[in-house]
């Protein structure tokens, strides 16, 4: 048995609609791992919970496991609104969050909806193209209030991040610009945990 595994047997389980779409992006979907999974998605929902936004804006819905799972801190009257790029697959989100009528899917560009939505968020996830990191944070500081919290996904890298083997590789590149971004901006407290890839739970002050 892994660490991760001791840890997932150990967390509470997840529903059995999260556990049915983790199970369905692994058998269908191009790189299912992109999938936050049981315990990452445990996370999400907690601090949603704990910080009982009204509105959230999610950049990067792949099949939608991680929109559920920040949902369920969502007030009675909240939305979420989760931005996807991808198209073809539009029909797997509908189909996965139809039971959830706080979600708004968006298909296109983040770098262009996030400018249309006129919005200020209580909470955000960023999980989308690790290249537009550092774009992303510029373009949701616009949207944020003090005391919004912004979370974001993979900033480990599977640890390339302190691998000078990847000093030229953009993704990581553009990765590490993000984290000395989040870290340098007075505006903004961070802690980058270490579960799964990376997760930052950035505070705007």
Known sequence: MSINDYI????TPVSSLLDRIERDTYWHAINPRMVCGAVEGQMLAFLSRMIKPKRILEIGTF????ALCLAQGLTEDGLLDTIERN???????RRNIAS???ISLHIGDASAIIPTL????????????KLQYPAYLDAVL???????WILADNTLWDGHVIDPRYDKEPQTVALRRFNEKVKEDKRLEV????IRDGLSVIRVL
């Not at 997932?8 to 967390?11: D, F, G, I, Q």
């Not at 006129?118 to 999980?127: G, P, Q, R, S």
């Open 63 to 66: 099949t939608g496991y991680s």
């Open 118 to 129: 006129n919005a200020c968020y209580d909470l955000v996830f960023i999980d989308g193209d």
């Open 191 to 194: 802690v980058l945990l270490p």
């Open 142 to 148: 616009s949207l944020c209030h003090p005391g919004s």
């Open 100 to 102: 959830e009528r706080r």
């Open 8 to 11: 997932e047997a150990h967390s």
């Open 87 to 93: 198209d073809e697959m539009e029909d797997t989100i």
